[in-house]
Structures are given as C-alpha cells and as structure tokens.
C-alpha cells in the first residue's frame, strides 16, 4: 500500500547535528498503523521505503507520542539531490518495508 502526503521539512537541532523531519498526516499515520500489523520496532519505530521526487530509500517513522504522529527523517543526501530546504513543503509516497 502506498501512502501519499504532503508535508513541510521541519529542522530538529541536536546536540551535534541538525536533522530535518517530515510529520506524516493523521491520515496518513492512521493509513500506515493499519498496513502494519507486526510488533514495532525500537522506539515504536516502523520500517519505510520512501520516495520524494526520484529519491527512493528505506528508512523508519517514528512516534512523537505527546502529539500522536510520525515523524520521518530526511537524509542530507535526498535534501541535497532534490534540492529541499527547510521550511519547504514536499510531495513523498511512503510504504511498509514488508522485508524487516
């Protein structure tokens, strides 16, 4: 199944670095939850295959249990290949990683 959404990066800065983040819709989450019906990951984790413009790879979305969404993690590589920038909305299609 794949999930279609819409989202603008957003920037966490940490400690040693600064990641960039997409919030999956509460549609999109509540899509996602249903096609995953293993026991989650580590730190409720479920395993992605991600797809923005011709940047496809495998990942993981993760809960933000005060809000009750997922967040998902862009790597520098896709931001610099498809030129995303902080505060910019993006088109992604995310599906279960059925394979771990």
């Known amino acids: 199944m794949f ?3 819409r989202s603008k990066i957003w920037l966490y800065s940490g400690d040693k670095a600064a990641w960039h983040f997409l919030t999956l819709s509460n549609v ?11 026991p989650r990951r ?4 479920i395993p992605v295959i991600v797809q923005i413009g011709k940047s496809q790879w495998k990942t993981s979305v993760f809960p933000e249990s005060k ?12 931001r610099k290949v498809e030129n ?10 995310i599906e279960v990683d059925r394979w771990k």
């Open 84 to 93: 995303i920038k902080h505060g910019r909305t993006v088109s992604f299609t």
């Open 42 to 45: 580590g730190w409720g984790s």
């Open 67 to 78: 809000l009750g969404i997922f967040i998902l993690p862009i790597k520098a590589k896709v």
């Open 28 to 38: 999109a989450a509540e899509k996602l939850k249903a096609a995953f019906k293993q």
């Open 3 to 5: 999930i279609r959404s």
